[in-house]
């Protein structure tokens, strides 16, 4: 169980690493494109470094999107790990609670079987 808890722990760390990197390039092109505005110039292809910049930034985060997906998804399936071993360490528990413990049923009967051999002993 420690170590689904250590795996949950480390994609929740790396989800939201990579959702601070995108949010940081999404603030880039924002400023980007702010600047772009401040010119009067329209973001355009024909903008030259600006536009080879700007694009590189959306492509970035069009992959940084996809890798937040699958870190989501990663996250889930780790969660779901964690969920089934606390489920199957849970089930023997309750199992033994609805059950009585196995050596107070063996001390009864050995209690039972010297009960009834005093009887017979004695004649009761």
């Known amino acids: 169980m420690r170590v689904q808890r250590w795996v949950l722990d480390e994609r929740r760390q790396q989800l939201g690493e990579t959702e601070t990197f995108a949010d940081k390039l999404r603030g880039e092109l924002a400023a ?3 600047h772009l505005a401040g010119e009067g110039l ?3 292809p024909a903008q030259g470094p600006v536009a080879v910049r700007r ?3 959306c492509a ?3 992959g940084l999107e996809r890798e937040i997906e699958q870190a ?3 996250l889930r399936e780790a969660y779901e790990a964690l969920e089934s071993v606390q489920q199957a360490q849970e089930s023997p528990a309750v199992a033994k609670r609805s059950r009585p413990p196995r050596r107070a049923d063996v001390s ?3 209690q039972d079987v010297g009960l009834y051999r005093r009887r017979r002993v004695v004649g009761d």
């Open 55 to 57: 694009t590189k930034l």
């Open 42 to 44: 329209p973001s355009t």
């Open 60 to 62: 970035t985060i069009a």
């Open 72 to 74: 989501r998804e990663e």
């Open 32 to 34: 980007l494109d702010r």
């Open 108 to 110: 009864a009967q050995k």
